[in-house]
């Protein structure tokens, strides 16, 4: 990045570019309503300058301390600086930017100091070799500060995510595969008649879908809106079904297909009631069984579902729920956020009753465990295995007879 120009507009707008890579949402026409602001106030307060951008480009409250560290370090850079409101002391705050992206700021704006930080609680460990983007890929979700959540959902939405194709009934030409008679005996009639030449074909493969059904109760609370960012950056590139549940069923799909994460959970906040109340499982998934399985489980479709398995209702019913929602999808993987925890147990009711109908059972706590599904996602095989299943019923059968230290049974927490 070089130093900018004198040119009031085009200091804006790439003061705009710094907010839109800390995670603000900026754009064209919010840039023309802060050049209008900077037209009604005097430009020589550096106060009256930073209400009218705050009042422009900060739309929620937690924005706010993000976009008094940008202002204080881009206006007070010597290449951002403005006459009138150029010197304005910095106080320390760090702006939560990806390393690349930090350190091109510093070296636009002339920074002597660490004015942008990558990840202000994140320590680099250099004897390691580690990375403070590889210690924060296998950071736990939880034990995340709000600066490393913002950082971690950038490298959700930029990770490559892909599902595995599946064939198709219908076909296409192709110089290796079966033989296609129809098609070479249609070559040969409008020629002389010889087969002179072989024409093959082979079956045309398309994406397989993939159906997300996300657990947003209380005791998820701690993982539920970074899995959701998980859901929106898989959505952007593949076709998935996105349902929300605590104790009832949501359909959500509509919100996360919105280029703006931040906008998307802030209607899903709204319109998804039961948010961080209790966990009926099985009821939900009887309501998707019966309302929306054929409409979205067709041409081979892969069911997440991510919960910690505290179920409130009946093990029979989960049971029975779970062996329907096996039967109707090529692959049923469960994720739990709790499995990256070293004394976790999955001796909760709920648990063992959905293990032996579960295809895999994976960790979610950390980017790291999602990347280990992509690659799942990516290298399914073609026919349905119940491999899977097996290895889901042999932990639930460790679980009956491993208990975990410091619990008097496996019953859910009401």
Same mark, same amino acid.
């Given at each position: ?32 309503? !802060?050049?209008?602001?900077? +037209?009604? $106030?005097?430009? &020589? #307060? ?6 009218? =951008? /705050? ?61 942008? !930080?990558?990840?202000?609680? +994140?320590? $680099?460990?250099? &004897? #390691? ?6 210690? =924060? /890929? ?277």
């Amino acid at each position: 990045m070089s130093p900018a120009p004198r040119d009031p507009l085009f200091r804006l707008a790439r003061f705009a570019r710094l907010l839109h890579d800390t995670g603000l949402t900026t754009g064209p026409d919010r840039i023309v309503d !802060a050049a209008r602001a900077m +037209q009604a $106030v005097d430009t &020589s #307060s550096r106060e009256q300058v930073r209400d009218a =951008l /705050r009042a422009v480009f900060i739309t929620r409250r937690e924005e706010a301390a993000i976009f008094d560290a940008a202002f204080d370090a881009y206006w007070t850079a010597r290449g951002g600086a403005a006459s009138g409101y150029g010197s304005i002391a910095r106080h320390g705050r760090g702006i939560p930017l990806d390393p690349r992206t930090a350190a091109g700021w510093m070296d636009a704006l002339g920074l002597a100091g660490p004015g942008l !930080a990558r990840v202000d609680t +994140q320590e $680099v460990c250099e &004897s #390691s070799g580690y990375s403070a983007e590889e210690l =924060l /890929r296998h950071r736990d979700f939880g034990d995340m500060g709000w600066e490393e959540r913002e950082a971690a959902r950038r490298l959700l939405r930029q990770a490559p995510w892909k599902l595995a194709d599946r064939p198709t009934r219908r076909h296409t030409r192709s110089r290796r595969g079966a033989l296609d008679l129809r098609r070479t005996l249609r070559t040969a009639a409008r020629g002389s008649g010889d087969l002179v030449e072989l024409k093959r074909r082979r079956p045309r493969r398309r994406r397989r879908p993939l159906v997300v059904l996300c657990d947003v109760s209380g005791s998820m609370d701690r993982y539920s809106r970074e899995l959701l960012v998980f859901a929106h950056a898989v959505g952007r590139r593949e076709q998935v079904e996105t349902f929300a549940f605590s104790t009832q069923l949501t359909r959500i799909t509509g919100l996360l297909r919105r280029g703006d994460i931040d906008r998307a959970l802030e209607r899903i906040s709204t319109q998804v009631h039961d948010i961080g109340g209790g966990t009926r499982i099985a009821a939900t998934l009887h309501e998707f069984n019966r309302s929306y399985a054929r409409r979205v489980l067709s041409h081979g479709a892969v069911v997440v579902l991510i919960s910690d398995g505290w179920d409130r209702g009946d093990p029979d019913e989960l049971r029975q729920e779970m062996a329907r929602l096996r039967r109707s999808c090529h692959r049923l993987i469960w994720l739990n956020p709790l499995l990256g925890q070293a004394r976790y147990r999955p001796e909760t009711r709920g648990m063992l009753a959905a293990l032996p109908h579960c295809d895999d059972f994976l960790a979610a706590h950390s980017i790291a465990a999602l990347d280990e599904l992509g690659e799942l996602l990516a290298s399914l095989p073609r026919r349905v295995s119940r491999g899977g299943a097996a290895a889901a019923r042999a932990a639930g059968s460790a679980a009956r007879t491993t208990p975990r230290p410091g619990r008097s049974g496996p019953a859910p927490p009401g």
